[in-house]
């Protein structure tokens, strides 16, 4: 049994607390550590001059000079190394946890790397994470009509508007040609059932500007899209984080066959999406052709 998550948060913290507060909490406790360093070694400078004083007297001007240099040495070397410990991490930290609130996301690579991460303290400590994949429905129309170009429009343009409403620890990226993955932690299922919702009706509001299509003359027309989202929340089976990212790839792929334009969780029924033409990549090309049995771009 799973221990019970937190519960979900209905609002989307705002961009300007997302981007803010991990600068507050890696900033103020090294400013801190060198008040403190100050003060300790002010201090012990002190006790080392009385205790100078006590054995020899009134002790002359080098023998105190010495002994306030002795105390900001005693103090300052070990504080010091442990803030230059320190401090890489939290800056390695901030920029990790701010990198989705850029326009593109991260790199494909750096986000597997950083919900990797995640995915195993989800895994440990039960907080609960989650996967979405968002693809861009009836792609290839898309594609044909407008240009490749256009679907890649499209996505730069859907994530420009979802960056700025995720928290700093979600991730974003560009997961292919067709599609964007988000990697939400500390999310339960209906936590992420909400923000791929939220990002369906953004994708369904939007307007692209992009190329004329190649037989059409005058100025082009606003790319209109709608996008199918599949969510995937972190369960035991997930025994590695691609069996949580294959279980994302069912659920789109079912919300493909629902026609697109919606939202489906998995687990879903796999040997029917399969069946239906939605296998994932070498699975799909090593399948013997099947008869279609509803529409799919």
């Given at each position: 049994m799973t221990p019970p998550l937190p519960p979900p948060a209905k609002r989307l913290p705002s961009p300007a607390v997302a981007?803010?507060?991990?600068?507050?909490?890696?900033?103020?406790?090294?400013?801190?550590?060198?008040?403190l360093v100050g003060l300790a070694a002010v201090a012990l400078a002190a006790l080392a001059a009385w205790g100078l004083a006590e054995l020899a007297g009134a002790p002359p001007a080098w023998a105190a000079?010495?002994?306030?240099?002795?105390?900001?040495?005693?103090?300052?070397?070990?504080?010091?190394?442990?803030?230059?410990?320190?401090?890489?991490?939290?800056?390695?930290?901030?920029?990790a946890h701010t990198s989705p609130m850029s326009?593109?996301?991260?790199?494909?690579?750096?986000?597997?790397?950083?919900?990797q991460?995640?995915?195993?303290?989800?895994?440990?400590?039960?907080?609960?994470?989650?996967?979405?994949?968002?693809e861009v429905d009836r792609h290839a129309r898309l594609a044909e009509a407008r240009g490749p170009a256009a679907v890649a429009a499209v996505l730069a343009e859907l994530q420009k508007q979802i960056a700025p409403t995720l928290r700093p620890a979600d991730l974003l990226t560009r997961f292919s040609d067709t599609q964007m993955a988000v990697f939400?932690?500390?999310?339960?299922?209906?936590?992420?059932?909400?923000?791929?919702?939220?990002?369906?009706?953004?994708?369904?509001?939007?307007?692209v500007p992009g190329p004329a299509a190649a037989s059409a003359a005058g100025p082009a027309v606003?790319?209109?899209?709608?996008?199918?989202?599949?969510?995937?929340?972190?369960?035991?089976?997930?025994?590695?984080?691609?069996?949580?990212?294959d279980d994302a790839e069912d659920a789109v792929a079912a919300a493909r066959q629902a026609g697109g334009n919606?939202?489906?969780?998995?687990?879903?029924?796999?040997t029917r999406t399969r069946a239906a033409g939605g296998w994932r990549g070498d699975e799909r090309r090593s399948r013997p052709t099947q008869p279609k049995q509803g529409g799919k771009t």
């Open positions: 981007v803010a507060a991990p600068v507050r909490g890696h900033r103020m406790p090294l400013a801190l550590a060198g008040l000079a010495l002994a306030a240099a002795l105390g900001m040495v005693v103090v300052a070397v070990p504080v010091a190394l442990l803030v230059a410990r320190i401090a890489p991490r939290a800056v390695a930290g901030e920029g326009a593109a996301g991260v790199a494909r690579p750096l986000f597997m790397d950083l919900a991460r995640e995915w195993a303290r989800a895994r440990r400590y039960g907080s609960g994470a989650a996967m979405l994949l968002v939400l932690a500390h999310a339960d299922a209906t936590g992420a059932l909400d923000v791929a919702e939220r990002i369906r009706e953004r994708a369904e509001q939007l307007e606003p790319l209109r899209v709608t996008v199918s989202v599949g969510v995937a929340h972190l369960r035991p089976a997930h025994l590695h984080l691609h069996a949580l990212v919606c939202v489906r969780a998995a687990p879903v029924d796999a």
